[in-house]
């Protein structure tokens, strides 16, 4: 199953349990429709955000140290929820369920393609935010969905691997940097092991549990499991996750660029984002999914893909 289908799916439930509860209310209740249908769309709304605020207590029971200058005062605590809840309906009742992949080209360009690769339960929807920026910037990209949902994480290397043939074939450019949010970062650092960094100038992860997250136990599938990490011990990553470090070498870690918050709601620890050999760059008072439209992230991501450029064969 894609997780497009399984969006609209979880959207027909909900619009069924609204409309039960709209219907309960008028029935049984004497409630005017009117009255009865926004209670039962508040009910669904409510459940919501109730999930939302146990994803946040869960992480935070695993969370690393924060440091004192990512520190959050109340206020902005709130802002924190707010702008991931806010970014997580939207993903998942607008933006994810609607989403097909593509890819434009922009001819000329001297910054190298982007490859989009999406998180766990995602799709290509989840860079909407983005795109327009790279159009902005005439910057060549293309974004797949990583098919199936609960497939093994080296399963998605082939797709990947096609994918950027097309995008280097299309822009004329001899390498792609891949932008990876969450596993879609895993995925990009599964096909350098696979195929090596010949086509590949640079790597950036967005949020992505290199050392695995302790909330992926809750996942479903075998890349859930790939993520998961153990209670405790020496090695608390999973096996793949250690058979994917031992086989890189330095010049490997050199192309990653690893962005994350320090108030990940999904990957926690937090510091599992960090990347020894690699360039991490940590923010905080930033969701888990509110990193692909939180603005300074945005930016952030715009200016290292501006970093390098790439002369054109």
């Known amino acids: 199953m894609s997780a497009r289908l399984l969006l609209q799916l979880l959207l027909f439930v909900q619009a069924a349990a609204a409309g039960a509860i709209a219907y309960a209310l008028a029935r049984y209740a004497g409630v005017s429709a009117l009255l009865a249908l926004v209670a039962g769309l508040a009910t669904v709304v409510l459940v919501r955000a109730l999930i939302s605020v146990n994803n946040f207590l869960m992480s935070s029971r695993a969370a690393s140290p924060t440091p004192d200058e990512f520190r959050l005062g109340r206020a902005a605590r709130l802002r924190l929820f707010g702008e991931e809840f806010r970014a997580s309906m939207l993903q998942s009742s607008w933006l994810m369920p609607r989403a097909r992949p593509s890819q434009r080209i922009f001819p000329g360009s001297t910054v190298p393609p982007v490859l989009l690769l999406h998180g766990y339960g995602c799709n290509s929807g989840y860079w909407k935010h ?14 797949p969905d990583l098919e199936p949902l609960g497939g093994d994480i080296d399963g998605y290397v082939p797709a990947v691997a096609r994918a950027i043939d097309a995008l280097c074939e299309a822009s004329g450019a001899a390498r792609v940097t891949i932008l990876g949010h969450s596993m879609g970062g895993l995925v990009a650092r599964a096909y350098v092991r696979k195929h090596g960094a010949a086509r590949v100038a640079r790597i950036i992860t967005l949020g992505t549990p290199h050392h695995g997250t302790s909330l992926a136990r809750l996942g479903l599938g075998a890349n859930a499991r790939q993520m998961r990490r153990a209670r405790g011990g020496d090695a608390p990553e999973s096996d793949w996750l250690r058979a994917l470090a031992g086989e890189e070498d330095s010049a490997t870690r050199a192309l990653v660029t690893s962005i994350y918050s320090h108030h990940d709601n999904i990957v926690a620890p937090q510091t599992s984002s960090q990347l020894a050999g690699a360039r991490n760059l940590a923010f905080g008072g930033v969701g888990h999914v509110a990193l692909g ?21």
């Open 130 to 143: 983005l795109l327009p920026l790279l159009d902005a910037a005439r910057i060549s990209h293309a974004c």
């Open 293 to 313: 439209s939180n603005p300074h992230i945005l930016s952030c991501i715009m200016h290292e893909l501006a970093r390098d450029t790439e002369s054109r064969e």
